[in-house]
């Protein structure tokens, strides 16, 4: 194999980073023979720009040859005059991802500390030495910045029905060339975070977490919570500790007594006023449990894109909550039923293209097989009477249900014609998917107001369809569209599609951890499908 080196190499001229480290006295290392050693190492294979134009993901080795050829094949994180500021930042960096529920260790943070120390020490260094603290620089920043913009683990191993897509382009060797060039200062990996304000709030409260351990107050309120002395003083101290999640989900006691930390049960032992039986047992507790449904849910908010539309729909499965968000706020919001725990509702994302009035239904092949093929074998006509069905050819001819057997149902469609009882209520909100998940009105509206409301076959229903309906066609499409002219056209039973000009983002999401109604605070939802312990599993 052949290389190309240049016959001379200009000498880079770098200023300092603020705070740097400069060796005035002596060069350090002679950086064109390091970037002699660099272009042996990385020139390899010829780098084709137009691959990289397409905003693929690469893998980090290939990142970086792309980041060491566009700086000429120079270090990018150390300079011969000795300074380490960006050495500096960057492990710093490090540390703190922490806080994003990563391990800093998992970026060779140990290392690259004792490597910093090494080279500050004035000592002589090789070549292959400052070769090496440099690429492991890079490859640390690299691993870093893709784990934080798209997540550290593949979501379809830790969630079999994850299908939310993160369309964020990964492209730090754009960057890092600035920076070894000194045309820009240090790219902090902060610009790789998700700017979903749930992700925001859980790293504040991993932040907060993280100090508990070292506040005075606290800890001798929790000593002497611990020995019983439950006093008026010290729930004081605690209530004033501003502990950054909520405390108020219906039934949290009960929910979360079994499945959450010590420090929580402490604080919602106070708050909730429950006395030291739950408090002292809440102390046996082994594993920081809170912690980790930070980060299971810090790692899910990566899946996601890392910019939030301005505006756009979000569903949380778990929370059985319904937003609909312009430029961070909530312009509205309402409960949502979701799939059984048998027939879980999926995460993805997908516009919504058109609302539907007066929607047939359709069986979908799951209800089918699992529902009304059983009750039509079982009990005929009268099965299809009793749910409304009728039963159509490929052509679209009405037939007789006598016609169907165990081994032919697919040759024909099941249908439920417009009207109250209809399994999709009056108005329908399509967003094309695979999946063939959407979202709709119910006849069922005494399931809103419970607080079990997993009761679909995946599918989201809404508690105030209409209200989405008249919002989106009025206030967002710019139609003149009423609740009257709504009940008006429902009364024809005629079904009409009203087709969006702007498509409205939809995300499905499933996180146990979210903002409550102030966006200020972490409300725990249990994990009733129970997909955190697999996703924990894996990050440890």
Not at 41 to 52: K, Q
Not at 109 to 125: D, H, T
Request: hydrophobic fraction near 35%; charge should be positive; include cysteine.
């Amino acid at each position: 194999m052949s290389f190309l080196f240049p016959s001379c190499r200009t000498k880079r001229v770098r200023n300092a980073h603020k705070g740097g480290i400069i060796n005035a006295k002596a060069e350090k290392f002679n950086e064109s023979d390091v970037a002699d050693e660099l272009e042996k190492i990385f020139n390899v294979t010829s780098v084709d720009d137009s691959i990289w134009q397409k905003g693929k993901i690469f893998n980090i080795s290939q990142v970086m040859q792309k980041a060491y050829s566009e700086e000429e094949y120079y270090p990018i994180w150390l300079t011969d005059n000795g300074d380490t500021s960006y050495v500096a930042s960057l492990l710093q960096e490090i540390n703190d991802t922490k806080f994003d529920g990563l391990d800093p260790d998992d970026y060779n943070a140990g290392k690259l500390r004792s490597m910093l120390n090494a080279y500050k020490s004035g000592k002589n260094i090789s070549d292959d030495e400052v070769i090496r603290f440099d690429t492991l620089c890079t490859h640390s920043y690299l691993q870093a910045s893709r784990d934080l913009l798209l997540g550290k683990i593949i979501p379809a191993k830790a969630d079999s029905l994850w299908f939310h897509a993160n369309d964020s382009v990964w492209k730090p060797y754009i960057s890092l060339a600035k920076m070894g060039s000194g045309k820009a200062d240090y790219p902090t990996l902060d610009s790789f975070r998700s700017r979903q304000l749930t992700y925001k709030l859980l790293r504040n409260v991993l932040i907060k977490y993280s100090s508990l351990p070292n506040d005075s107050a606290y800890v001798g309120a929790k000593a002497a919570a611990a020995s019983g002395m439950l006093t008026d003083s010290v729930k004081d101290i605690i209530m004033r500790s501003e502990l950054p999640w909520d405390a108020s989900a219906d039934d949290s006691i009960k929910n979360f007594q079994k499945i959450l930390t010590a420090d929580y049960q402490y604080y919602l032992a106070y708050t909730h006023s429950k006395g030291d039986s739950i408090v002292k047992a809440s102390y046996a507790a082994p594993i920081d449990i809170i912690k980790e449904k930070i980060d299971v849910n810090m790692e899910r908010l990566r899946w996601m894109k890392q910019n939030p539309e301005s505006l756009y729909v979000l569903v949380n499965v778990p929370l059985l909550q319904f937003f609909l968000r312009i430029d961070g706020n909530d312009a509205m919001n309402m409960q949502v039923v979701v799939g059984k725990t048998i027939r879980q509702t999926p995460s993805l994302n997908a516009n919504l293209a058109n609302v539907v009035i007066n929607p047939p239904w359709g069986v979908p092949p799951t209800i089918m097989k699992k529902d009304v093929l059983p009750g039509l074998l079982k009990s005929g006509q009268a099965y299809l009477s009793k749910k409304g069905l009728k039963v159509y050819d490929m052509k679209g001819n009405e037939v007789s249900p006598n016609r169907v057997t165990a081994t032919n149902y697919k040759r024909f469609v099941f249908r439920q014609d417009p009207g109250d009882d209809n399994a999709l209520g009056n108005v329908k909100f399509n967003l094309p998917n695979k999946w063939d998940i959407y979202l709709h009105d119910t006849p069922h509206r005494e399931d809103f107001g419970k607080k079990d409301r997993f009761k679909s076959s995946g599918c989201i229903r809404l508690q105030k369809p209409r209200e989405l309906a008249e919002f989106i066609l009025s206030d967002l499409e710019g139609k003149y569209f009423t609740q009257g002219k709504l009940d008006t056209m429902i009364q024809t039973r005629k079904t009409r599609y009203e087709v969006l000009a702007k498509k409205i983002p939809v995300h499905i999401i499933y996180l146990t951890a979210f903002e409550d109604s102030t966006h200020t605070r972490v409300h725990f939802i249990p994990d009733v499908y129970g997909r955190d312990p697999k996703l924990a599993s894996l990050l440890k």
